[in-house]
């Protein structure tokens, strides 16, 4: 049996993550740590749309923002339930560039997380065109199957369109400073 390129603590949080918030904030430094992207984004599908749930990059990308399933490659991972890998954005149909051209990405690899239908999806985007190598693939894919897991138990209650979504994160900040 081959071994998961995902570290045992990084398994363990996902596994012990008490909301998607917490979900989200493990996946998006993980992905990157592990594809060594200079971006990575945590997104949730919303019926028809993605939400950018979160992301941990280089610069602001598109976190809180929603689109459509059809024309953003996140809801193409999703919607045919397999990795994304895109070497060069300007060269590949999937990609909207009016979204992507302001923005560090100029390539990218996306993975869906969920079964037996895939509810989120995992990106990590780099800043000069290349082909992500199979283990930064593989990576991101074990981490997007640990990650849909922890989707499945935990459910999509406390979803970002859904009045708890980032209430734990709320309280914390809500804290006096120290």
Known sequence: MEENPVPPRILEALEQADDLSEVGRIVRTAARGLTGAMGATFVLRDVDQCFYAD???????WK????????????WAMLHGTTAVVPEIEDDSRIPLEAYRPTFVRSLAMAPAGTPEPVAAIGAYWTTPRTPTADEVAALEALAAATGRAINRIGLDDAPWAPRFGHAEAATSSAAPA
Do not use: K
């Not at 992301?55 to 990308?61: F, G, R, V, Y």
């Not at 809180?64 to 490659?73: A, D, L, V």
């Open 64 to 75: 809180g923002q929603r689109f459509p399933m059809t024309s953003c490659i996140s809801g």
């Open 55 to 61: 992301e941990d990059a280089i610069a602001p990308l």
